[in-house]
């Protein structure tokens, strides 16, 4: 069962977890890092959920966190739950705390071990310099998370590159890369242009143009389809 811990602070978490651990037969589980998870009262669940099923390939301490109001007196509230890979800690902050939620979390981060951030929705123009975002080794953005803005937010994303930052519309790509690059060690012929299908607004297709048109040193044409996602990649070589 779930512990609520309300009107709380970081040490009275930190003691729940480790009774927790005893009272589970697990005072040490292994954890290989931590996972913060950045996120909205609305979308909690969704996101908190997809933070578990990481931590069963890869334990984890996972720390969701939800920024409330900044008004009001300062409140730290708290639920925290055991086994399932790991650690779950759900953190909700107002009043100041929600301004300085880097207080909270950086004394319940795991020691000796790696930091991950996620911003299931919309994330910090600069990753790296975000009080939360500084704490982390790798910092995971979604584009494609975003209603509106998505092209602004991908110039915003590349301006503020620092090593660590990763944006899950480039690692939808992979399968797209691999077939490409695959069909290319086939058919070693000289590209001398090409095409990038997908519908409007599409963060994974822009960068895909990019990526092609950098590595191969030709000019590659976005278009619109209806979708969705990438519908078409075509390559044009001197035979065709």
């Given at each position: 069962?779930?512990?609520?811990?309300?009107?709380?602070?970081?040490?009275?978490?930190?003691?729940?977890?480790?009774?927790?651990?005893?009272?589970?037969?697990?005072?040490?589980?292994?954890?290989?890092?931590?996972?913060?998870?950045?996120?909205?009262?609305?979308?909690?669940?969704?996101?908190?959920?997809?933070?578990?099923?990481?931590?069963?390939?890869?334990?984890?301490?996972?720390?969701?966190?939800?920024?409330?109001?900044?008004?009001?007196?300062?409140?730290?509230?708290?639920?925290?739950?055991?086994?399932?890979?790991?650690?779950?800690?759900?953190?909700?902050?107002?009043?100041?705390?929600?301004?300085?939620?880097?207080?909270?979390?950086?004394?319940?981060?795991?020691?000796?071990?790696?930091?991950?951030?996620?911003?299931?929705?919309?994330?910090?123009?600069?990753?790296?310099?975000?009080?939360?975002?500084?704490?982390?080794?790798?910092?995971?953005?979604?584009?494609?998370?975003?209603?509106?803005?998505?092209?602004?937010?991908?110039?915003?994303?590349?301006?503020?590159?620092?090593?660590?930052?990763?944006?899950?519309?480039?690692?939808?790509?992979?399968?797209?890369?691999?077939?490409?690059?695959?069909?290319?060690?086939?058919?070693?012929?000289?590209?001398?242009?090409?095409?990038?299908?997908?519908?409007?607004?599409?963060?994974?297709?822009?960068?895909?143009?990019?990526?092609?048109?950098?590595?191969?040193?030709?000019?590659i044409e976005r278009t619109t389809s209806k979708g969705p996602g990438?519908?078409?990649?075509?390559?044009?070589?001197?035979?065709?």
């Amino acid at each position: 069962m779930p512990i609520e811990l309300a009107s709380t602070n970081a040490g009275k978490i930190a003691a729940a977890l480790l009774l927790a651990r005893l009272q589970a037969g697990s005072p040490t589980m292994g954890m290989v890092m931590t996972f913060v998870v950045v996120t909205h009262e609305g979308d909690h669940y969704d996101a908190l959920r997809s933070a578990r099923a990481v931590s069963r390939e890869h334990p984890a301490r996972i720390l969701g966190v939800i920024l409330r109001s900044a008004r009001g007196t300062a409140n730290l509230d708290a639920e925290i739950k055991i086994g399932d890979g790991g650690e779950q800690v759900l953190l909700r902050m107002s009043g100041e705390l929600a301004n300085h939620p880097e207080s909270v979390v950086l004394p319940l981060l795991l020691p000796d071990s790696p930091v991950v951030i996620w911003w299931p929705g919309k994330a910090p123009e600069d990753p790296a310099a975000d009080p939360l975002g500084s704490l982390a080794q790798r910092r995971i953005t979604d584009m494609a998370a975003l209603s509106r803005g998505r092209a602004d937010a991908m110039v915003q994303q590349a301006q503020n590159y620092q090593p660590g930052n990763t944006d899950l519309s480039w690692t939808r790509l992979t399968p797209w890369r691999a077939l490409l690059a695959a069909a290319l060690d086939q058919y070693p012929a000289k590209v001398t242009g090409g095409e990038v299908a997908a519908e409007r607004s599409n963060p994974s297709a822009d960068l895909l143009m990019a990526w092609l048109s950098d590595r191969l040193g030709v000019d590659i044409e976005r278009t619109t389809s209806k979708g969705p996602g990438i519908t078409r990649v075509r390559l044009n070589t001197g035979g065709g």
